[in-house]
């Protein structure tokens, strides 16, 4: 152990001088781009300072001529220096050059990364010359970086001292990386008289966009370790010590192996104007180790120790999966034999040679037989299927499905006969029953004994006819009432007027034989006798119709649309013999009405009875009725309309007259009768013209919305 322990110490020691020995290579690469950058900007600084004004072409074309030879510059910018008062001359020469939307602009204000216009301010570095001119840069030109908080320190630095100085690392504008400006200001006369004092003349200042990956970029011609990852960080630690840029490098076909380590080295550049320190790191594997066999030897017998290990652990999974899995049969056959005793249909499992499996406790009921008696018998011995009045050969189901290996539904009206000779008439099904290998086993009959459904269908039926004869009993019993109440009604008014006249001439008469001394006695006492008669029949008119009239109003909470459900449902089979058809435009909200229900029915009822009456005569593909609810406010709305010949405008006035009536053997009450009970809740009905075609009787109810809430 010892000896291994030395061993793998000096490998580590020369694991550590290799690493070294590539740090310094790759400090050597980005140390030498910095002076090249450095370099640049100091022959760009000469190519201008020797011509008193800025010479954008020359700068130009150098920009051009550089970029191509060092691949870490990303762009060359020019920064021309606006003063207020020479803004709007700028503004003027831009916008010859680029249009008359050129304004200067801020990036990123108010935390938001987009243009915007820049306010004026003293002074502005504003960009007017970027290379490569590119289309993706245009947005960039009239951008006034004195005015970004991100690069203003720096440029007022690189102003006032008149050196080279580097911004803080930025995200590219097109989001192709990160990059620093390497900046200097320019002067029109020489730097050494910006020195003495006169460097307010600056032209601006040049910018160079350093890209942070190409700067870290290994030469392809160096024979550098691959799995290096070179950062760049700020010399005085201005970022916590977190890196300015990292490239890592990509991961190779050895970064499987695990990591013992990873080796570190910060290696401080010596540029000044571009303070950086390189940060070296490397991942140590355990494939760059030299003791690879041994460790291999190690990893042979752990690796059989662990499959030795792993093979016990899949048997005791194996046992566990396997409990589990008798588990799950047992639950799932246990299912299955609770669902088959609780179903209420007979299940009967037969073998391939026709003899009974298993049979469910309603299969035992059903053929009359206790499970012992039955399990292993052949099956036409416990039961026999056969069709009801069958006419002719038919095969039996159960043969049919040993045959054909398909599913056999039962026919109607089957019959099933146990062994004792009692019928049941049945329904269901015979299925095959599959091996895994998908050869046929047996069969399973599905029986479900139809006795007792029938007879509860036959008395939920006749229930069903009960109720509807009692609900129409009503409707009856309302309907006569209404109609003696409607009679009376009418008969009184009819007869009040002749009484009156026979009264009063009667009274007239008298009144003239007071003056006629030989009138008879007789003729006076008939006539007062008659007066008394015509009064004492106008007394017994009055008291019939009070009587009629005192019917107790029972009113309750119903909903108008349940109303119309009814009344579609009694009237059904007279819209469908005359050949109409009815459209319901019900509401989707309840319409809550206090009213007899009955007596509602009743008025719809009248309506669709007139409906139907009027479109008699119209061709079959014409005879629509439209039955409308809605809430208008604190109204519900009930509308019936019919596709007929409408109601002309004299009959309008007159339609809800007592003996009114259109039809020929009509009594003229049915229209009167619903406008009666439409009064009495508070309702109105009326009755217009459609302008197509065809009448409609509007009845608007107020809604009883407070007695729903509580309800509710």
Same mark, same amino acid.
């Given at each position: 152990m010892w000896v291994l322990a030395q061993w793998g110490s000096g490998e580590y020691r020369r694991l550590q001088d290799s690493f070294e020995q590539a740090a310094h290579q790759a400090y050597a690469g980005v140390a030498r781009r910095l002076d090249q950058n450095e370099s640049v900007l100091s022959a760009i600084n000469a190519l201008l300072?020797?011509?008193?004004?800025?010479? %954008?072409?020359?700068?130009?074309?150098?920009?051009?001529?550089?970029?191509?030879?060092? +691949? +870490?510059?990303?762009?060359? *910018?020019?920064?021309?220096?606006?003063? +207020?008062?020479?803004?709007?001359?700028?503004?003027?020469?831009?916008?010859?050059?680029?249009?008359?939307?050129?304004?200067?602009?801020?990036?990123?204000?108010?935390?938001?990364?987009?243009?915007?216009?820049?306010?004026?301010?003293?002074?502005?570095?504003?960009?007017?010359?970027?290379? #490569?001119?590119?289309?993706?840069?245009? #947005?960039? /030109?009239g951008y006034d970086m004195l005015g970004d908080p991100h690069f203003s320190a720096e440029l007022k630095r690189a102003v006032a001292s008149g050196q080279k100085v580097s911004s803080r690392p930025f995200?590219? /504008?097109?989001?192709? $990386?990160?990059? /620093?400006?390497?900046?200097?200001?320019?002067?029109?006369?020489?730097?050494?008289?910006?020195?003495?004092?006169?460097?307010?003349?600056?032209?601006?200042?040049?910018a160079l966009v350093v890209f942070c990956d190409r700067l870290l970029q290994l030469p392809e011609d160096q024979a550098l370790p691959a799995g290096l990852d070179l950062s760049l960080l700020p010399r005085d630690g201005r970022a916590g010590g977190e890196p300015l840029y990292q490239r890592l490098h990509r991961d190779g076909d050895h970064d499987w192996w695990p990591k013992i380590t990873r080796l570190t080295l910060r290696l401080p550049l010596n540029s000044e104007a571009q303070p950086f320190v390189l940060g070296v790191e490397q991942?140590?594997?355990?494939?760059?180790?030299?003791?690879?066999?041994?460790?291999?030897?190690?990893?042979?017998?752990?690796?059989?120790?662990?499959?030795? %290990?792993?093979?016990?652990?899949?048997?005791v999974a194996l046992r566990r999966e396997r409990s589990q899995a008798d588990e799950e049969l047992f639950l799932q056959s246990e299912r299955a034999s609770v669902t088959l005793n609780a179903i209420h249909d007979g299940v009967v499992i037969l073998r391939q040679d026709r003899r009974i499996e298993m049979a469910n406790p309603m299969a035992l009921q059903l053929v009359e037989m206790p499970a012992d008696e039955v399990l292993g018998l052949p099956c036409h011995e416990v039961f026999r299927l056969m069709g009801e009045l069958a006419a002719?050969?038919?095969?039996?189901?159960?043969?049919?499905?040993?045959?054909?290996?398909?599913?056999?539904?039962?026919?109607?009206?089957?019959?099933?006969?146990?062994?004792?000779?009692?019928?049941?008439?049945?329904?269901?099904?015979? %299925?095959?029953?599959m091996?895994?290998?998908?050869?046929?086993?047996?069969?399973?009959?599905?029986?479900?004994?139809?006795?007792?459904?029938?007879?509860?269908?036959?008395?939920?039926?006749?229930?069903?006819?009960?109720?509807?004869?009692?609900?129409?009993?009503?409707?009856?019993?309302?309907?006569?009432?209404?109609?003696?109440?409607?009679?009376?009604?009418?008969?009184?008014?009819?007869?009040? +007027?002749?009484?009156?006249?026979?009264?009063?001439?009667? *009274?007239?008469?008298?009144?003239?034989?007071?003056?006629?001394?030989?009138?008879?006695?007789?003729?006076?006492?008939?006539?007062?006798?008659?007066?008394?008669? %015509?009064?004492?029949?106008?007394?017994i008119i009055k008291r019939l119709r009070a009587l009629v009239s005192k019917r107790a109003i029972e009113t309750r909470l119903i909903d108008v649309n349940q109303v119309v459900g009814n009344c579609m449902f009694l009237a059904e089979y007279d819209l469908r013999e005359r050949g109409i058809e009815v459209v319901q435009l019900l509401s989707g909200y309840s319409i809550p009405v206090m009213a007899d229900s009955i007596q509602l029915e009743q008025v719809v009822l009248n309506l669709l009875s007139n409906a139907m009456d009027a479109l008699k005569d119209e061709p079959a593909l014409k005879r629509h009725v439209i039955v409308h609810?809605?809430?208008?406010?604190?109204?519900?709305?009930?509308?019936?309309?019919?596709? $007929?010949?409408?109601?002309?405008?004299?009959?309008?006035?007159?339609?809800?007259?007592?003996?009114?009536?259109?039809?020929?053997?009509?009594?003229?009450?049915?229209?009167?009768?619903?406008?009666?009970?439409?009064?009495?809740?508070? $309702?109105?009905?009326?009755?217009?013209?459609?302008?197509?075609?065809?009448?409609?009787?509007?009845?608007?109810?107020?809604?009883?919305? *407070?007695?729903?809430? *509580?309800l509710s």
């Open positions: 300072i020797s011509h008193e004004q800025l010479d %954008a072409p020359a700068l130009s074309a150098f920009a051009r001529e550089m970029l191509p030879r060092y +691949q +870490q510059l990303y762009a060359i *910018q020019f920064l021309q220096n606006v003063t +207020q008062e020479a803004r709007a001359e700028f503004l003027r020469n831009m916008g010859e050059r680029f249009g008359e939307t050129f304004y200067i602009r801020d990036y990123g204000a108010e935390g938001k990364r987009n243009w915007q216009p820049a306010p004026v301010r003293p002074q502005a570095l504003i960009v007017s010359m970027i290379e #490569p001119d590119l289309p993706a840069f245009s #947005p960039v /030109y995200e590219l /504008y097109d989001g192709g $990386g990160r990059a /620093y400006l390497l900046m200097q200001s320019l002067y029109r006369e020489s730097a050494g008289e910006a020195r003495q004092g006169r460097g307010r003349d600056l032209a601006g200042v040049v991942d140590i594997r355990l494939n760059d180790l030299a003791l690879l066999p041994l460790l291999l030897r190690e990893v042979f017998i752990a690796l059989l120790l662990s499959a030795a %290990a792993l093979i016990y652990s899949q048997r002719e050969f038919s095969e039996d189901p159960i043969s049919e499905c040993f045959r054909t290996g398909q599913a056999v539904e039962l026919a109607e009206r089957m019959q099933l006969t146990t062994a004792r000779g009692k019928v049941h008439s049945v329904e269901g099904g015979i %299925a095959p029953l091996s895994r290998d998908g050869v046929q086993i047996g069969v399973v009959c599905a029986l479900r004994d139809m006795g007792p459904l029938r007879q509860r269908t036959a008395a939920a039926l006749e229930a069903s006819e009960t109720r509807v004869k009692e609900h129409l009993e009503k409707l009856s019993h309302v309907a006569r009432l209404h109609t003696m109440g409607e009679m009376a009604s009418g008969i009184a008014h009819e007869l009040n +007027q002749p009484l009156t006249a026979i009264s009063n001439y009667c *009274q007239a008469a008298i009144q003239l034989l007071d003056g006629v001394e030989d009138a008879p006695p007789q003729v006076n006492s008939a006539l007062k006798l008659a007066v008394a008669q %015509a009064g004492r029949a106008g007394e609810t809605r809430r208008e406010g604190k109204k519900g709305i009930l509308e019936v309309r019919d596709t $007929g010949r409408g109601i002309t405008p004299d009959l309008l006035e007159v339609l809800f007259h007592p003996f009114f009536s259109t039809k020929p053997h009509g009594m003229g009450l049915g229209l009167s009768i619903c406008q009666t009970i439409v009064e009495q809740y508070g $309702g109105l009905i009326s009755a217009e013209n459609i302008p197509a075609s065809g009448a409609c009787f509007r009845i608007e109810l107020p809604l009883a919305l *407070q007695a729903e809430r *509580q």
